[in-house]
């Protein structure tokens, strides 16, 4: 009886991580006004790179086979390898699944053509409607590339945004690869040379500054190797230091860095072939001590790293970490990684971040990780009951609402 008119705090704190909605601070999930660039529906969520990983490990067929496929044989394999053959409990599988049940679809007759027609009535704006609600995601932000020659047309053009859609400026191409990024340039009519010599800087503030206004971008960002380090006389880091950060300060956007990431180990399986290693968490706090007036948002892709990274950001206030980036995106790595970030940083975190690339995938992401946060929480919060004291139901909405994202705007606002 008791039970029934006092929820407990387990309950009530369920309750609240599963009806607060998320601004989801990272994805490669595209506005519907992207048309064909946006991936949805089933046989987007089976081709996903991180089950092509797992669905070449079962198979001794060339790559090239596989590769010459169209979408839906690709799936077909996939299927065929992951869902048939053996069970589907792996992470990436399990979360194709969730989606399904989610979506309301019964998959139990493992029959890939029937599923396929659930899809069929929709189109991509009013399957983004409906993904966002069975989510609970208030707000998407994109990964989005000047560099990129199918994306870039839509923003030259210009389209009517969908409301929960924010941008990102994305800036791989031109730290990383700048030779290549400065012929680009030029041609878009920026005094741009090689060598960062004349305008070259000022330039390339003025290419940043376009296209954070084109975008209405929230932060930009960037991808690095583990080996990146600062500071250092490189010309990754000269772009950083006298382009994007003086520009970042100019135009209040924060600087993001997802540091780790090991392109291309295994050629043969194209963009499910990247792979990790540990990066230099010494290299950010310098970084952060250096420029105190820029903003900078982190997450490490390495397990070992992410100690270290929490004690970074107790020392730099202008640090903000986040998310159980793609090989950490499992449920036993990010109940550690959340347990120990809030342990070290109290509420001053955003615990998750989902990576999608299918619409879809919102709903398992988040399904997935929201009862892990859940439990984390309803721990911590017991643990302060035992000092006798109590959070309200609406102090758990507030901290929720800030690890859910309210934090992360809160600290990227201008
Ligand atoms: O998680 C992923 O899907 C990766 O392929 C990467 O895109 C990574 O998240 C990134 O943003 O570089
Ligand atoms: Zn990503």
């Given at each position: 009886?008791?039970?029934?008119?006092?929820p407990t705090?387990?309950q009530?704190?369920?309750?609240?991580?599963?009806t607060t909605?998320?601004?989801?601070?990272?994805?490669h999930?595209?506005?519907p006004a992207?048309?064909?660039?946006?991936?949805w529906g089933?046989?987007?969520?089976?081709?996903?790179?991180?089950?092509i990983?797992?669905?070449?490990?079962?198979?001794?067929?060339?790559?090239?086979?596989?590769w010459?496929l169209?979408?839906s044989?690709?799936?077909?394999?996939?299927?065929?390898?992951?869902?048939?053959e053996?069970?589907?409990?792996?992470?990436?599988?399990?979360?194709v699944?969730?989606?399904?049940?989610?979506l309301?679809?019964d998959?139990r007759k493992?029959?890939?053509?029937?599923?396929?027609?659930?899809f069929?009535?929709?189109?991509?704006?009013?399957?983004?409607d409906?993904?966002?609600?069975?989510?609970?995601?208030?707000?998407?932000?994109?990964?989005?590339l000047?560099?990129?020659?199918?994306?870039?047309p839509?923003?030259?053009?210009g389209f009517?945004r969908?409301?929960?859609?924010?941008?990102?400026?994305?800036?791989?191409?031109?730290l990383?690869?700048?030779?290549?990024?400065?012929?680009?340039?030029?041609?878009?009519?920026?005094?741009?040379?090689?060598?960062?010599?004349?305008?070259?800087?000022?330039?390339?503030?003025?290419?940043?500054g376009?296209?954070?206004?084109?975008?209405d971008?929230?932060?930009?960002m960037?991808?690095?190797?583990?080996e990146?380090?600062?500071?250092?006389n490189?010309?990754?880091?000269?772009?950083?230091?006298?382009?994007?950060?003086p520009?970042?300060?100019?135009?209040?956007?924060?600087?993001?860095?997802?540091?780790?990431?090991?392109?291309?180990?295994?050629p043969?399986l194209?963009?499910a072939?990247?792979?990790l290693?540990?990066?230099?968490v010494?290299?950010?706090?310098?970084?952060?001590?250096?420029y105190?007036?820029?903003?900078?948002i982190?997450?490490?892709?390495?397990r070992?790293?992410?100690h270290?990274?929490?004690?970074?950001?107790?020392?730099?206030?202008?640090?903000?970490?986040?998310?159980?980036?793609?090989?950490?995106?499992n449920?036993?790595?990010?109940e550690?990684i959340?347990?120990?970030?809030?342990?070290l940083?109290?509420l001053?975190?955003?615990?998750?971040h989902?990576?999608c690339?299918?619409?879809?995938?919102?709903?398992?992401k988040?399904?997935?990780s929201?009862?892990?946060?859940?439990?984390?929480?309803?721990?911590?919060?017991?643990?302060?009951?035992?000092t006798?004291?109590?959070?309200?139901?609406?102090?758990i909405?507030?901290?929720?609402?800030?690890?859910?994202?309210?934090?992360?705007?809160a600290?990227i606002?201008?």
């Open positions: 009886m008791s039970a029934q008119s006092h705090l387990c009530v704190v369920n309750e609240v991580v599963e909605s998320v601004f989801d601070i990272h994805t999930l595209f506005d992207f048309g064909s660039l946006v991936s089933i046989d987007d969520l089976l081709t996903y790179h991180y089950l990983a797992e669905a070449f490990r079962c198979s001794t067929e060339p790559a090239e086979v596989f010459s169209d979408k044989q690709q799936a077909d394999w996939i299927w065929q390898h992951l869902f048939l053996r069970s589907p409990i792996s992470e990436a599988c399990r979360g699944l969730t989606t399904l049940r989610l309301g679809i998959a493992r029959d890939l053509p029937t599923l396929r027609k659930h069929a009535k929709w189109t991509p704006e009013s399957y983004t409906h993904i966002l609600q069975i989510a609970n995601v208030r707000k998407v932000c994109m990964t989005n000047p560099f990129d020659d199918q994306e870039r839509y923003w030259e053009k009517t969908h409301p929960s859609f924010v941008a990102a400026l994305r800036l791989d191409p031109l990383l690869e700048w030779e290549k990024t400065a012929g680009q340039l030029h041609g878009w009519g920026y005094d741009v040379r090689a060598d960062l010599s004349g305008q070259t800087l000022g330039e390339v503030r003025r290419f940043l376009d296209w954070a206004l084109k975008m971008s929230q932060y930009c960037v991808s690095l190797p583990p990146w380090r600062f500071p250092e490189t010309v990754t880091n000269r772009l950083l230091q006298e382009a994007i950060l520009f970042g300060r100019d135009h209040g956007q924060a600087f993001a860095m997802m540091i780790g990431v090991r392109r291309g180990v295994n043969e194209r963009m072939g990247d792979s290693a540990p990066a230099d010494p290299s950010v706090e310098a970084l952060c001590a250096a105190p007036k820029n903003k900078f982190c997450t490490m892709l390495a070992e790293n992410q270290a990274l929490c004690v970074a950001a107790r020392k730099f206030r202008n640090l903000h970490i986040f998310g159980c980036w793609w090989f950490l995106n449920p036993s790595l990010i550690e959340t347990r120990m970030r809030i342990e940083l109290g001053g975190v955003t615990p998750q989902s990576d690339r299918v619409m879809d995938q919102l709903a398992y988040w399904s997935h929201r009862p892990i946060l859940a439990k984390v929480l309803s721990e911590k919060y017991s643990d302060l009951s035992d006798g004291w109590h959070v309200t139901r609406a102090e909405e507030r901290d929720v609402h800030q690890l859910l994202g309210g934090g992360f705007e600290f606002k201008h």
